[in-house]
């Protein structure tokens, strides 16, 4: 830390936040007895809270975001040019950096064409959901408007996007929900047998589980469905990867009833998984793509729906329909520093190489954690792709029954006191919080992830013997 912080300016801070701050999915209670941890700096892998204490995050900002690490100074530089140049002014006219990074992104994404700009996750969702909303009304008389989503799928925190949740817990107790929005069973193999289907081959459980989608389609009616929404590795669900043949027949679904694919990138988009964008680990073809978290590395709020020109083209000049473009608007999806940031970050990602070692971290991480799963019984399974990983705790390796959640909170808990900051997922079994997660930044060496992986050694023989 640069030592300008003294003693009484943290209790002031502290207070302050104890008085008037409203944090993010935590229970306030527990701010009777302890204070809030206040992150106060952060540079390359580290972060630093309000005590001085030293952190490796290997969360990259406790929710898969800081993909190129703390501290870049070339991303303050292009954010602060570009502030001085033109701040702000609203998408309904162009700006460079949003040119630019448009040109840069699709590069990276074929198949796919138009770049919306928006703020957050939840909105880019919301606004792929306005665009199959819009095409159902100029297509097929508003009938084909519903939008099926997945059990353990998360999409965001506003009233549609929470429609399409696929987390009970974090949806329950604020219905009603937006009408038109049909859930699809989940594919996770390891849970196979929840499903009655554990006898069957990864390849067979993969194809079997998109025809559960196909059932649900022809239950609710091919003309009523518009689009399937889908992570391509599910976060915040239990980082639930799929299966070989899973992608294939799902989008093989989508072409046969007519139903646009929109892949929720907000995750892994922009190198989390070792690719620029998860779909394209498994050849996934799509026609609406959302991402966040990873453009700007949180340097910027910025999120984006990107499209194919095939649905660009459906709110193009129709002379029978003169209201028909799209009628959305953003206030600041006209920020620059977003795309000036995003465009930033994607350039240290190829100078740095860094999708090459997020590929090679994440093997080594991977393997780690494999090897943990010799000497810790109660890892059930160890999952991921690159630098998102989950371990996945149960109580008894036959029935799968998961560890209390008290206990994985235990396990975090000790590697934070270790100095480790690693993640909790919201469920993998309805309601129980039982696989932890890791997504350290793309630029991680091995020794750090020896790091984690040391602590979460520890913190396992600590917490369960
Ligand atoms: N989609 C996924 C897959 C997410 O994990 C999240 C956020 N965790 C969102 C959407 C929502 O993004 P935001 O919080 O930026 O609205």
């Given at each position: 830390m640069d030592g300008n912080f003294n003693e009484n300016d943290i209790s002031h801070i502290v207070d302050a936040d104890k008085a008037h701050v409203w944090h993010h999915l935590i229970q306030h209670k527990q701010f009777e007895t302890k204070d809030p941890r206040i992150i106060v700096e952060g540079k390359g892998m580290r972060v630093w809270d309000q005590n001085g204490k030293e952190f490796l995050d290997a969360v990259s900002g406790g929710v898969w975001t800081v993909n190129v690490g703390y501290g870049r100074e070339s991303i303050a530089d292009a954010v602060h040019a570009q502030l001085m140049k033109l701040c702000y002014f609203a998408q309904t006219a162009g700006s460079i950096p949003g040119s630019l990074y448009a040109e840069k992104l699709i590069s990276k994404m074929p198949g796919m064409s138009r770049v919306y700009y928006t703020n957050s996750g939840s909105e880019a969702n919301e606004k792929a959901f306005k665009m199959v909303r819009q095409i159902a009304h100029k297509r097929f008389g508003g009938k084909k408007h519903k939008i099926l989503y997945r059990d353990r799928d998360y999409h965001g925190g506003t009233l549609a996007t929470m429609s399409a949740g696929g987390q009970d817990e974090r949806v329950m107790q604020y219905g009603p929900l937006a009408p038109g929005f049909v859930r699809v069973p989940h594919c996770m193999e390891y849970r196979a047998h929840e499903q009655d289907l554990d006898h069957l081959s990864s390849e067979e459980y993969g194809v079997a589980s998109a025809n559960l989608i196909e059932e649900v389609i022809l239950r609710e009616g091919a003309d009523t469905i518009g689009a399937l929404c889908l992570e391509p590795v599910t976060a915040g669900g239990g980082v639930i990867t799929p299966p070989p043949g899973y992608w294939d027949r799902v989008q093989e679904i989508c072409k046969k009833y007519d139903i646009l694919l929109h892949i929720d990138e907000v995750v892994c988009g922009v190198g989390r998984t070792g690719t620029w964008f998860g779909y394209q680990q498994y050849g996934i073809k799509p026609d609406i793509v959302t991402m966040a978290k990873g453009v700007a590395s949180g340097y910027a709020a910025i999120a984006l729906c990107v499209t194919t020109e095939a649905v660009f083209d459906m709110f193009k000049d129709d002379p029978n329909d003169p209201l028909g473009f799209f009628r959305d608007i953003s206030t600041f999806g006209g920020c620059t520093a977003g795309p000036a940031a995003a465009l930033e970050n994607m350039r240290i990602i190829e100078e740095e190489n860094l999708l090459d070692n997020c590929t090679k971290m994440g093997e080594r991480m991977m393997g780690n954690l494999q090897a943990l799963m010799e000497k810790h019984e109660v890892i059930g399974d160890v999952r991921g792709k690159g630098l998102f990983l989950g371990v996945e705790l149960v109580a008894d390796r036959t029935s799968k029954e998961p560890v209390a959640e008290a206990q994985v909170a235990q396990v975090a808990a000790e590697c934070g006191a270790q100095g480790v900051i690693i993640g909790m997922s919201n469920k993998s079994v309805p309601g129980r919080n039982n696989v932890l997660c890791f997504s350290p930044?793309?630029?991680?060496t091995a020794d750090d992830i020896d790091l984690i992986t040391d602590s979460v050694d520890k913190a396992l023989t600590k917490v369960f013997g």
């Open positions: 930044a793309l630029i991680v």
